[in-house]
């Protein structure tokens, strides 16, 4: 189905449900007649939940890009409602934006298992994770799993994620999978991102810092280990600085105390501004010339399948106005005075090779912290692939460690 989250069978809400294998939509049980286009619509709206959807998204995706006139799709907005028992005036699952689009109540969705493969490999079993919703304080709406059994293990939002997209992506899938086989992982869309509100006022780092004490708590984890990647890690840094006795163990990869407007050289910040313009322009789009660039930094040791993944995780992990926004953002952070404050347990590592954030920067984050252990790994990506020494390494690590 063009546009929808692999991975998804189906979505509950009221008395409704979408099965999408099927392509039936069922209401208090019994199946409903719906046209193609309708149904197509209605899981377009519902597999994107919170999600501000323009008209030219849906005609781009549902449509294919053909010229739709705003009666067609007032008509079949009109009649989805009406096969869900929803009308223009209660709203309650199909909300107008007007003059913009339309938006999906992300809250009326029922929280179920999604069953995804894991591993394509036979017998690799399967991931199930149950998706919830909270509010963050300044009211936008977070979406978060827990998948797995044992302790509670916090994994702090960054972008380039989702939720659903990310239990059948060659990107993600290998470390949730692992990381679940001994702990009840918590994980969450950052805001601007993934499953989780786009339509924000506030992309910041102190945004993302209440965003995770908001899961948290959501969550009802009263103490947990904490894994930060990336730009995760500072925001990690700072809630283990406010919230010491809640945290076991911090664990970071692949992170920074200072954002790169704030570290390297004049030539190495100037590069970063005209990422961030190419970010607005090219994001998530099939040009190869930007996929290339862009994917090389993050997974340069990645086979042609992961990058098309990789590609397609841009596309529907975020617009292009917010990965400009998340790049602007970790551009300014700077955590070094509450390096020396941390005291927690911490683990840092970080690949040598990383193409996306310096080795240096790693090292000197861990220099930091009081007792911190740094551990080098051999590898160029900053997302780790499955296949490569870094990533049983860091598995290994983190284990280790934990058990500690």
């Not at 069978?9 to 099965?19: A, I, K, Q, T, V």
Request: aromatic letters at 10%; glycine letters at 10%.
């Amino acid at each position: 189905m063009r546009g929808f989250v692999p991975g998804t069978s189906h979505l509950r809400f009221g008395d409704c449900e979408l099965d999408l294998a099927a392509f039936e939509l069922r209401r208090g049980g019994q199946p409903q007649a719906v046209e193609p286009q309708v149904f197509e619509l209605l899981a377009y709206l519902a597999g994107h939940p919170g999600r501000l959807i323009t008209k030219d998204e849906i005609i781009a995706e549902v449509w294919g890009g053909r010229i739709v006139s705003d009666a067609a799709l007032s008509s079949r907005i009109k009649a989805a409602r009406r096969a869900i028992g929803d009308d223009g005036e209660q709203q309650r699952f199909v909300r107008t934006v007007h003059g913009r689009g339309f938006r999906f109540a992300a809250e009326a969705l029922f929280a179920e298992p999604v069953a995804a493969s894991a591993d394509p490999v036979e017998g690799a079993g399967k991931i199930e994770q149950q998706i919830r919703f909270c509010r963050a304080a300044d009211g936008v709406q977070l979406a978060f799993s827990r998948i797995g059994q044992g302790p509670p293990l916090i994994k702090t939002g960054n972008w380039l994620t989702h939720l659903e997209f990310d239990l059948e992506s060659p990107i993600w899938r290998h470390l949730y999978r692992e990381l679940a086989k001994d702990h009840s992982l918590i994980r969450y869309d950052a805001r601007g991102n993934g499953l989780s509100d786009w339509q924000v006022d506030e992309i910041s780092f102190e945004a993302a810092v209440r965003d995770l004490e908001a899961v948290a708590d959501a969550a009802c984890a009263e103490r947990f280990a904490l894994l930060g990647i990336s730009q995760g890690c500072a925001a990690s840094i700072a809630y283990a600085v406010r919230h010491p006795e809640r945290v076991s163990h911090l664990i970071l990869y692949g992170g920074f105390a200072l954002g790169w407007r704030k570290r390297g050289t004049a030539a190495e910040r100037e590069q970063g501004e005209a990422m961030v313009t190419l970010m607005q322009h090219g994001w998530g789009r099939e040009n190869p010339a930007f996929r290339q660039l862009f994917t090389s930094q993050f997974v340069p040791g990645g086979t042609k399948e992961q990058a098309d993944w990789f590609n397609e995780l841009q596309r529907i992990s975020a617009s292009p106005e917010n990965a400009a926004r998340f790049r602007r953002a970790t551009g300014d952070v700077d955590v070094t005075p509450l390096l020396t404050q941390v005291n927690v347990p911490t683990l840092v590592m970080h690949a040598h090779g990383d193409a996306n954030v310096p080795f240096d920067a790693g090292r000197q984050m861990a220099a930091g912290i009081p007792g911190a252990r740094f551990v080098p790994l051999q590898g160029r990506n900053h997302l780790f692939l499955e296949d490569e020494p870094a990533f049983a390494r860091f598995l290994d690590e983190t284990r280790n460690f934990l058990c500690s």
